[in-house]
C-alpha cells in the first residue's frame, strides 16, 4: 500500500489500513467529470482556460488581419465565417463582435477563471494542508457553472445576427437596444445569461476558497506563514465575492431594460427606423458606474493570483526568501482595498462631475504605490540569487517586465488631465495589455510550468518552454509597446479600418507590423500545446518535489489521492520562503521538515483538525450537506 | 541504430519542409510586396449616414493576389509548428545518444536576458525617436493643450526613467546572479528601512504629478472661469452615424430642443410650432396605419405574404424565399403581432407628451418661441480662432464621444444627459495646414464605439477668423425660415427665456 512517508517525523501517523484509496473504484464520470476533487476541479479548468484562450487568440488574429490589410481580401475567412465575410472581407459587425468576444474571453475566461480557477483549486488545499476544498461539491459546481456559461457564450456564434459587439463592457443603450446593431440582439442576451452563470460560477469558487483559506489550514500554517500565492488568491476571492454580485446587479437591470420595458439605463432616445422611444429618466451613466465598481477590483482578480504565483516562482528559483514577505502582504492588502474606490477612473470624461474626477484622480495614483513597493521587492529578490532559469522562472520574470511597463503608463491614465486625450485611445489598449493581458497571461503560464509536475506527474520539455517564452515575450513587446504612440498620435481604439481617415494611414505599416508580430505569438503558443498535450503523455516522469521547493504541496506523492496525503497532514514549522539559509547546507528547507532544535509539536494548532480521511466514496448528498457545515462553521472542535 | 534512423529521417523531413516553406514565402512576397500605397487615403468619404458597407466595392482584381500570402502565412505558420516540434525532438535524440544535454539552459537565457535588455533597449530608443516624431505632443491647436503638452512631458520623463532603471536591474540582475554550480544565493529576507525608502520616494513624485495634474485638469474643466474675452457656444448633435452642429441664428438665441419633436424634416427636434405639428400628424397616421394591420394582419397580410412566397418559389429566388418565409414565421407565431402593438404605444405615448406641453400654457409658451426658427444646423464645424468656445453635446441615440485630439478635447455624448466641453482654439486650420500639409484637416471623431460605421463616424473642423465664420454662417440656410424673413428678435420674449440647454443644464445642477 502506501509506500511513501511523508517525511521522517511524521511517517509514524499512518492510519494504515484504513486508506482506501486503491481499493477505491471511482467510474470514469465521477473521476474525470463530475468530480468533486480539488485537483480534477483545477484540470478541468486549466483545459477549459486553455480552450478558451485558443479561441480567443484566434479571434484576435482575424481582427489583426482586417486592420492590417482593410482593402484586402482573405478567401478563408468567407470559409470559416460564412455570411460574416462574404468575398473574404471581414463584416464591420462582426468585427466589433469579435472585438468584444474576444475581450470577454480573455478578461473572464481564460484570466479569471483559467488562472484564478486554476490555481486557486489547485493549490489552496495543497499549500495549506488541507485535504480538499471546505465546500467539494459547491467546489465541483463552480466548475460546471464556469463550463455552461462557456458553452452559452460560445453559442451566441450561432445566432443569426451574431455575437454581442457592443465591446466587452457592453456599455448600454449600444446593449440594450436591438436596432441600434445586430449584435444587440440575441447576441448580448446570450452574453449577459453567460455572465450572469459566470458570476455564479466565481461566487461558488470564491466562498470555497475564503473558508478554506481561513478554516482548514494545518498545524503550524498561521496566516504569516501563508506562501504568497494563498493570500494573493484568498484577496482575489474577497474582491470576487464583494464585486461581482454588483455586476450581477447592473447585468439584471440591463436585462429588464431590454426586455422588460424599464428605463434604468435609457432616457431620450430617438432611435433610427423606430422613433422616440418611450424611455425617459433613466442613465446610460449609472450602468457605468456599477460596471467599473467591479470592472476595476476585476483587472485586480486578474492581476494578484499572477502576481502571487510569480512570487512564489521567483523566490524558488532565485533561491531566495522573497524580499519584504509582510510588505508584499501589505501592498496585497493596500491593493485590495484601494481598488474598490478608484472605479471612477475609467469615466472621466463621461460628464460625470469634473469635481468626483479629481478625487478618483487621488485615489488612483496612490494605488501605483502599492504597486511600485511590490516591482522593487521583486527586484530585491533577485538580487543577488542563484538564479535558475526554468520556463517558469522566465515567465515570472517577463510578468515583472511586463508590469513595469503597463504599470507605468497607468500613470498617465489616472492622471484626469492626461486621460481627456488618452482615453479609449490606442493607449489604453497598450496599457491594459501589458499590464493586465501580458502579464496575468505571463504569470499563468509560469504557474503552469511551475506546477505542471504536481498536476500531471511528468515534466514539461524545458527547452520548448524557453523557446516559448522568448517568442511570446518578443512578441508581445513587438505587439503592445509600438500602440503607445498610435494612440499618442489620436488613433481611437475600436475602429474597423483607419483608411477612411487619411491623417491614420501613416500608421499602416504599423499595423501590418504588429498583426505580423501577432502571428509570431500565435505560433509560440501552438509551441505551447504541443509540449503541454505532449507532456501530459509522454514527458518525463516528475520527481516528488522537482524545483526543490519549501511548500507544502511538494510533500505530496506524484501520483494523485483523494485526501493528497496517505497518512497525516505535515506540520509546518516555518514560512514558505527559507531559501539558501547560512545554517543549512542545502539551499531549500521545506516548511514540512523540521530543523534541529526546533520543537517537535509547534505551538499554534491547525484550523481544522484533520478528521482522518478514509477516501470511501461518499454519497453526493452527504457531500453537499457536509460542505455546508463546513462552510458555516467558522470553528470546529 | 533505430533511433538514429529515426533522426536522419526526422531531419530530412525538417529540411524539406523549411525549403518549401522558404519558397512558397518568397513566391508569395514578390508578388504583392509590403506596399501601403494601394490604401485609400483618397477614398471619396461617403457621407456617414448613408454609408453603406459594401465588400464589393473595395475589391479590386491585383487585390486578390495577396490572398496568396494569406495562405502562405498560414502554411507557414503549420509548417513552423511542425519544424519546431521536429527540431526538438532531435535535441532529444540527440542527448539520447551523446549522453549529455546538448545546451546549458541556464546560460544560454541568462545571455539572452542580456540580449533582450540591450537590442530591447535600443528598440525603446529607435520607437521613440520614429514612433515618438508622429505623437501628438507641442503642437497643440488649443490654449490649454499648452498645459496638457507640459504635463504631459513631465509625466513621458518620470516614467521614462524609471522605466529605464528598473528594467536595466531586472534584466541585469537575472544575467548577473543566474545559477552557478557551488555559489549560494545570499539569505536576505527583508528590510524595513529599504521598504519605507522605496514606498516614500514613488509617493513623492506620485504627489508631485498628482497636484500638477489636478491644477491641469482644472484648468482644463473650468476654463470659463477666468475668462474675460469673447465666448460662444454651439451645439453638437451626434447620432449614428454623423455629426451635426447648430449655431443660433441671428437673434443670437439657441431655439429649444427636444427630442421627442425629431422627425425626418425636423432631424435635430427643434421646438418649432409647425413641424411638431405635422409630426403629430404624421404619427397618428402611422398609428392607424400600424391598428389597419392589425386588423388584417391573419388575412389580407398573411394572404399577401404567401402570395409573394410562392411567386419567389416559382422564380426559384431563394433568397427571397428565405426573408419571406421569415415575415410569414413572424406574423404566425405573434411577433409581427407583439411589434405592432409596442409600435402604437410608443407613439401614442409620443403624442401624449408633446400635447402634453402643447396644452401647458406656460411651457408651451416656453417652449415653443422662435429662436428655434432660425438655428442654423451645419455639416461642419467653424469655430473661431482665439475666442473661447463651448461645444454643448447632445445625442440622439446612444453613446458616442466627441474627440478632438488635436485640440486634446474630449467629452462623451450621453443621451438624456447633456455634457459640454469648453476651449480655445489657437491655431487656424491655415496655419496647421502649413504644419502638417496642404491636405491636413481637423476632425471631430467618435470616441466611443456606436455601431457599424463607428469607425467612419467624423465631422470636419475649421478654425478661422471670426469674420470668416460669419461670412461661412450667412452663407448657410437657417433651419425653417428663408435668410431673408429672419426675425430680428424673437416674437415671444420673456425674461425666462433661455436656451434649451441651459435651461437643462440649470435643472441637472439642481
Ligand atoms: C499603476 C496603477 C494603474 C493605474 C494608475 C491605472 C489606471 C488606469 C486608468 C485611469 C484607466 C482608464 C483609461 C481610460 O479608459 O481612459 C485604465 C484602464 C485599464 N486598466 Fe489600468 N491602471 C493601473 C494598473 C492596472 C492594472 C494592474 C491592471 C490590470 C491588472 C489594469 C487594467 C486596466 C484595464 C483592463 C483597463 C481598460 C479597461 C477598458 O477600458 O477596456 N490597470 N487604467
Ligand atoms: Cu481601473
Ligand atoms: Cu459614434
Redesign the interface.
Given at each position: 500500500m502506501s509506500t511513501a512517508t511523508i517525511n521522517d517525523s511524521h511517517a509514524v501517523g499512518h492510519h494504515g489500513d484504513a486508506h482506501g484509496h486503491d481499493h477505491h473504484h471511482q467510474s470514469f464520470i465521477t473521476k474525470y467529470i463530475f468530480s468533486t476533487d480539488h485537483k480534477m476541479i483545477s484540470k478541468q479548468y486549466l483545459i477549459t482556460g486553455i480552450i478558451m484562450g485558443c479561441l480567443g487568440m484566434g479571434m484576435s488574429l482575424l481582427f489583426r488581419?482586417q486592420l492590417a490589410?482593410?482593402?484586402?481580401?482573405?478567401?478563408?475567412l468567407e470559409t470559416l465565417l460564412g455570411k460574416w465575410a462574404?468575398?473574404?472581407?471581414l463584416?464591420?459587425?462582426y468585427y466589433?463582435a469579435l472585438v468584444t468576444i474576444h475581450g470577454t474571453i480573455m478578461v473572464f475566461y481564460v484570466l479569471t477563471a483559467g488562472l484564478s480557477g486554476t490555481f486557486s483549486n489547485l493549490l489552496i488545499p495543497l499549500q495549506v494542508g488541507a485535504r480538499d476544498m471546505a465546500s467539494p461539491f459547491m467546489n465541483m459546481l463552480s466548475y460546471w457553472f464556469f463550463f455552461l456559461s462557456s458553452v452559452v457564450l460560445m453559442s451566441s456564434f450561432l445566432v443569426e445576427t451574431g455575437p454581442a459587439s457592443?465591446?466587452w463592457t457592453v456599455?448600454p443603450?449600444?446593449s440594450a437596444?436591438e436596432k441600434?446593431?445586430p449584435g444587440s440582439g440575441m447576441g448580448t442576451t446570450l452574453w449577459l445569461v453567460a455572465i450572469i452563470l459566470f458570476i455564479v460560477s466565481a461566487l461558488l469558487g470564491g466562498i470555497n476558497y475564503i473558508t478554506t483559506v481561513l478554516n482548514m489550514r494545518t498545524k503550524g500554517m498561521s496566516m504569516n506563514r501563508l506562501p504568497l500565492t494563498i493570500w494573493a488568491f484568498f484577496l482575489t476571492a474577497v474582491l470576487g465575492l464583494l464585486s461581482f454580485p454588483v455586476l450581477l446587479g447592473a447585468g439584471l437591470l440591463l436585462i429588464f431594460d431590454r426586455s422588460f420595458g424599464t428605463s434604468f439605463y435609457?432616457?431620450?432616445?430617438?432611435?433610427?427606423g423606430?422613433?422616440?422611444?418611450?424611455n425617459?429618466?433613466?442613465?446610460?451613466?449609472l450602468y457605468q458606474h456599477l460596471f467599473w465598481f467591479l470592472g476595476h477590483p476585476e483587472v485586480y482578480i486578474i492581476l494578484m493570483p499572477a502576481l502571487g504565483i510569480s512570487s512564489e516562482v521567483i523566490s524558488t528559483n532565485?533561491?531566495?526568501?522573497?524580499?519584504?514577505?509582510?510588505?508584499m502582504v501589505i501592498s496585497l492588502l493596500g491593493i485590495s482595498f484601494l481598488s474598490f474606490i478608484v472605479w471612477g477612473h475609467h469615466m472621466f470624461?463621461?460628464?460625470m462631475n469634473?469635481f468626483l474626477?479629481?478625487m478618483f484622480?487621488?485615489v488612483t495614483?496612490?494605488i501605483?504605490?502599492p504597486s511600485?513597493?511590490k516591482?522593487?521587492?521583486?527586484?530585491?529578490t533577485?538580487?543577488?540569487?542563484?538564479?535558475?532559469?526554468?520556463p517558469a522562472m522566465?515567465f515570472a520574470?517577463g510578468l515583472?517586465?511586463m508590469f513595469?511597463?503597463g504599470g507605468?503608463?497607468g500613470?498617465?491614465l489616472g492622471?484626469?488631465?492626461?486621460d481627456?486625450?488618452l482615453?479609449?485611445?490606442y493607449f489604453v489598449v497598450a496599457h491594459f495589455h501589458l499590464v493586465m493581458g501580458s502579464a496575468s497571461i505571463f504569470g499563468m503560464f509560469a504557474g503552469i510550468y511551475h506546477w505542471f509536475p504536481k498536476m500531471y506527474g511528468r515534466m514539461m520539455?524545458?527547452?520548448?518552454g524557453?523557446?516559448h517564452f522568448?517568442l511570446t515575450?518578443?512578441s508581445a513587446?513587438l505587439v503592445f509597446?509600438?500602440m503607445h504612440?498610435?494612440g499618442?498620435?489620436?488613433v481611437?481604439r475600436?475602429?474597423?479600418?483607419?483608411?477612411?481617415?487619411?491623417?491614420f494611414?501613416?500608421?499602416?505599416?504599423?499595423n501590418?507590423f504588429i498583426t505580423l508580430a501577432a502571428?509570431l505569438g500565435?505560433?509560440a503558443q501552438?509551441?505551447f500545446l504541443?509540449n503541454f498535450f505532449n507532456s501530459i503523455f509522454r514527458g518525463p516522469k516528475a520527481s516528488k518535489n522537482p524545483w526543490e521547493s519549501n511548500t507544502l504541496e511538494w510533500s505530496t506523492e506524484t501520483k494523485h489521492i483523494h485526501g493528497n496525503w496517505e497518512g497525516d497532514i505535515p506540520t509546518v514549522y516555518r514560512g514558505p520562503?527559507e531559501?539558501?539559509?547560512?545554517d543549512r547546507e542545502l539551499?531549500y528547507f521545506p516548511q514540512y521538515e523540521i530543523g534541529d532544535g526546533e520543537p517537535e509539536h509547534y505551538h499554534a494548532p491547525a484550523t481544522a483538525p484533520d478528521t482522518s480521511y478514509d477516501g470511501k466514496k461518499e454519497k453526493a448528498t452527504t457531500v453537499f450537506f457536509s460542505s455546508f457545515a463546513h462552510l458555516f462553521s467558522l470553528r470546529r472542535a | 541504430m533505430n533511433t538514429i534512423l529515426k533522426l536522419t529521417l526526422k531531419f530530412t523531413l525538417a529540411v524539406v519542409i523549411i525549403f518549401s516553406a522558404a519558397t512558397l514565402i518568397s513566391d508569395s512576397v514578390d508578388i504583392q510586396g509590403?506596399s501601403?500605397e494601394?490604401?485609400?487615403?483618397?477614398?471619396p468619404?461617403v457621407g456617414a449616414d448613408e454609408y453603406q458597407?459594401d465588400?464589393?466595392q473595395?475589391?479590386t482584381p491585383e487585390?486578390?493576389l495577396?490572398?496568396k500570402v494569406?495562405?502562405a502565412?498560414?502554411v507557414f505558420?503549420v509548417l513552423?509548428?511542425l519544424v519546431?516540434?521536429n527540431a526538438?525532438d532531435i535535441?532529444k535524440y540527440t542527448a539520447k545518444i551523446t549522453g549529455r544535454e546538448t545546451?546549458n539552459?541556464?546560460n544560454?537565457?541568462?545571455w539572452?536576458?542580456l540580449f533582450?535588455m540591450i537590442a530591447?533597449f535600443a528598440?525603446?530608443i529607435w520607437?521613440y525617436q520614429t514612433?515618438?516624431a508622429?505623437?501628438?505632443?507641442n503642437d497643440s491647436s488649443s490654449a490649454h493643450g499648452v498645459?496638457?503638452d507640459s504635463?504631459?512631458t513631465i509625466?513621458l520623463v518620470l516614467?521614462t526613467i524609471?522605466?529605464f532603471i528598473?528594467?536595466a536591474?531586472?534584466?541585469y540582475?537575472?544575467f548577473r546572479?543566474?545559477?552557478?554550480d557551488g555559489?549560494?544565493?545570499?539569505?536576505?529576507?527583508?528590510?524595513n528601512r529599504?521598504?519605507v525608502v522605496?514606498?516614500f520616494i514613488?509617493?513623492v513624485v506620485?504627489t508631485v504629478?498628482?497636484l500638477r495634474?489636478?491644477q491641469?485638469?482644472?484648468s482644463?474643466?473650468?476654463a470659463e472661469d477666468n475668462y474675460n474675452g469673447k465666448m460662444h457656444s454651439i451645439e453638437v448633435f451626434a447620432?449614428?452615424f454623423g455629426w451635426k452642429a447648430r449655431y443660433a441664428g441671428d437673434d443670437g438665441i439657441m431655439g429649444n430642443v427636444d427630442?421627442?419633436f425629431?422627425s425626418g424634416k425636423n432631424e435635430l427636434?427643434l421646438a418649432y410650432k409647425p413641424e411638431v405639428d405635422s409630426l403629430v400628424v404624421d404619427l397618428k397616421k402611422q398609428i392607424a396605419a400600424d391598428e389597419a394591420s392589425i386588423k388584417n394582419l391573419n388575412t389580407t397580410i398573411l394572404d399577401g405574404l404567401m402570395a409573394d412566397f410562392t411567386a419567389a418559389e416559382n422564380l426559384r429566388d431563394y433568397k427571397n424565399m428565405e426573408s419571406v418565409q421569415k415575415e410569414i414565421d413572424a406574423v404566425k407565431n405573434g411577433d409581427r403581432l407583439d411589434e405592432l402593438k409596442a409600435?402604437i404605444?410608443?407613439?401614442t405615448?409620443?403624442i401624449e407628451r408633446i400635447l402634453a406641453i402643447q396644452n401647458d400654457k406656460k411651457l408651451f409658451a416656453s417652449t415653443f418661441t422662435s429662436a428655434a426658427m432660425d438655428d442654423i444646423i451645419t455639416q461642419e464645424i467653424h469655430l473661431a480662432k482665439d475666442s473661447l468656445v463651448t461645444l454643448n453635446f447632445r445625442s440622439?441615440?446612444?453613446?458616442h464621444?466627441a474627440?478632438l485630439?488635436?485640440f486634446?478635447?474630449?467629452?462623451?455624448v450621453?443621451?438624456?444627459?447633456?455634457?459640454k466641453f469648453t476651449f480655445r482654439p489657437t491655431k487656424s486650420t491655415e496655419e496647421a495646414k502649413k504644419e502638417r500639409g496642404e491636405?491636413?484637416e481637423y476632425?471631430l471623431?467618435?470616441?466611443?464605439?456606436?455601431?457599424?460605421?463607428?469607425?467612419?463616424m467624423?465631422i470636419k473642423v475649421v478654425v478661422e477668423s471670426q469674420e470668416k465664420v460669419n461670412e461661412w454662417l450667412k452663407s448657410q440656410q437657417p433651419a425653417f425660415i428663408k435668410r431673408e424673413m429672419a426675425p430680428v428678435a424673437p416674437a415671444i420674449m420673456n425674461d425666462t427665456l433661455k436656451t434649451s440647454t441651459d435651461t437643462i443644464q440649470k435643472m441637472v445642477v439642481r
Open positions: 488581419l490589410w482593410p482593402d484586402e481580401t482573405f478567401p478563408f462574404k468575398g473574404g472581407k463584416d464591420p459587425n466589433m457592443s465591446g456599455y443603450p449600444l437596444l441600434a446593431m435609457l432616457s431620450d432616445i430617438h432611435l433610427n423606430v422613433g422616440a422611444l418611450s425617459s429618466g433613466g442613465s446610460p451613466v532565485a533561491r531566495k526568501p522573497i524580499f519584504g514577505y509582510t510588505a470624461i463621461t460628464g469634473p474626477g479629481t484622480m487621488y495614483l496612490i501605483a504605490v511600485a513597493v516591482t522593487f521587492n521583486y527586484l530585491a533577485l538580487w543577488k540569487g542563484n538564479i535558475r532559469f526554468t522566465l520574470i515583472v517586465s513595469i511597463s507605468l503608463t500613470i498617465y492622471n484626469a488631465a492626461l481627456i486625450q482615453h479609449d485611445s520539455n524545458k527547452t520548448l524557453s523557446l522568448w515575450f518578443i513587446y509597446f509600438p504612440f498610435m499618442l498620435a489620436g481611437p475600436r475602429y474597423y479600418q483607419f483608411s477612411l481617415i487619411p491623417e494611414n501613416i500608421w499602416m505599416d504599423v501590418i502571428i500565435g505560433i501552438l509551441l504541443y520562503h531559501y539558501s539559509r547560512p539551499d | 509590403i501601403t494601394h490604401l485609400s487615403a483618397e477614398k468619404w458597407y465588400p464589393g473595395t475589391v487585390k486578390t495577396s490572398s494569406n495562405w502565412i498560414l505558420v513552423m509548428v519546431l516540434a526538438f535535441s545546451v539552459q541556464n544560454v537565457n541568462k539572452i536576458m533582450f530591447g528598440a525603446v520607437e514612433h515618438g508622429m505623437i501628438l505632443l498645459d496638457y504635463m504631459f509625466t516614467t524609471v522605466f528598473t528594467q536591474l531586472l534584466f540582475f537575472s546572479y543566474a545559477h552557478q555559489r549560494k544565493a545570499l539569505y536576505y529576507s527583508h528590510n529599504l521598504e522605496w514606498t514613488p509617493a506620485l504629478l498628482v495634474g489636478h491641469t485638469w482644472k482644463v474643466v473650468y447620432y449614428q427630442y421627442k425629431i427636434g409600435s404605444k410608443r407613439k405615448k409620443q440622439k441615440d446612444i453613446i464621444s474627440w485630439p488635436h486634446r478635447a474630449q467629452m462623451n450621453v443621451p438624456g444627459m447633456p455634457t491636405e491636413f476632425y471623431y467618435c470616441n466611443k464605439i456606436c455601431g457599424v460605421s463607428h469607425y467612419n467624423k
